[in-house]
């Protein structure tokens, strides 16, 4: 079944860089578009950042454009967010989730997530 | 960006009763190619999201058919027929037709 892991959360210091990964398995990764979702504490969803399935486009949330970098290795069926100039309020647990079934932008399937934390 | 409204914030249900979530999309959520991109998300409490229903109805992979999804347009409903002890979390509605994608603030379902 289709599975994603994502990892490399932990605390950073604002202005610092953290690079996060998502494994996928359990399904073609190279044909499918992929997203990061990020969730503060206690708060709802907020959508990051998108990759087409062959990485020839990404888009971003606002809050984020110019500091994160969305991509993709489809030889390692793995997406990562490379995440610089880190902000106190980028403190989110941050979920990958898959396109599919529910459209070329949607998001069928979600990782555990990966906590990152901006403090001094 | 398109300004996604859910009411009402907090449903206490009885179990066995039926509960009902609004969404409303500040515009038109009918993409060019003709589909309706409005999904429902589950999240369980400490759980990720989890999909339940995708383009305004259809059910996701292994969820119960006491979840349905309706609407059209800018106005979109999301009911569960018998409120089970599982379904305690908070509901999320998600437009997926235009970027930035955005996401209601989240209704929360308690038991009474």
């Known amino acids: 079944q289709v599975q994603l892991v994502e990892s490399g959360g932990g605390v950073v210091q604002p202005g610092g860089s953290l690079r996060l990964s998502c494994a996928a398995s359990g399904f073609t990764f190279s044909s499918y578009g992929m997203h990061w979702v990020r969730q503060a504490p206690g708060k709802g969803l907020e959508w990051v950042a998108f990759?087409?399935?062959?990485?020839?486009?990404?888009y971003y949330a606002d809050s984020v454009k110019g500091r994160f970098t969305i991509s993709r290795d489809n030889s390692k069926n793995t997406l990562y967010l490379q995440m610089n100039s880190l902000r106190a309020e980028d403190t989110a647990v941050y979920y990958c989730a898959n396109t599919g079934y529910s459209g070329p932008r949607g998001m069928d399937v979600w990782g555990k997530g990966t906590t990152v934390t901006v403090s001094s | 960006d398109i300004v996604m409204t859910q009411t009402p914030l907090s449903s206490p249900v009885t179990l066995g009763q039926p509960a009902s979530i609004s969404c409303r999309s500040s515009?038109?959520?009918?993409?060019?190619?003709?589909?309706?991109?409005l999904s429902w998300l589950q999240q369980r409490p400490g759980q990720p999201p989890r999909l339940l229903i995708y383009?305004?109805?259809n059910r996701f992979s292994g969820v119960p058919d006491r979840f349905s999804g309706s609407g059209a347009g800018t106005d979109f409903t999301l009911k569960i027929s018998r409120v089970e002890a599982e379904d305690v979390g908070v509901y999320y509605c998600?437009?997926?037709?235009?970027?930035?994608?955005?996401f209601g603030g989240g209704t929360k379902v308690e038991i009474k």
């Open positions: 383009k305004i109805s």
């Open positions: 998600m437009q997926a037709t235009q970027f930035p994608l955005t």
């Open positions: 515009q038109s959520l009918v993409h060019s190619d003709g589909n309706t991109y």
């Open positions: 990759i087409r399935y062959d990485g020839s486009n990404k």
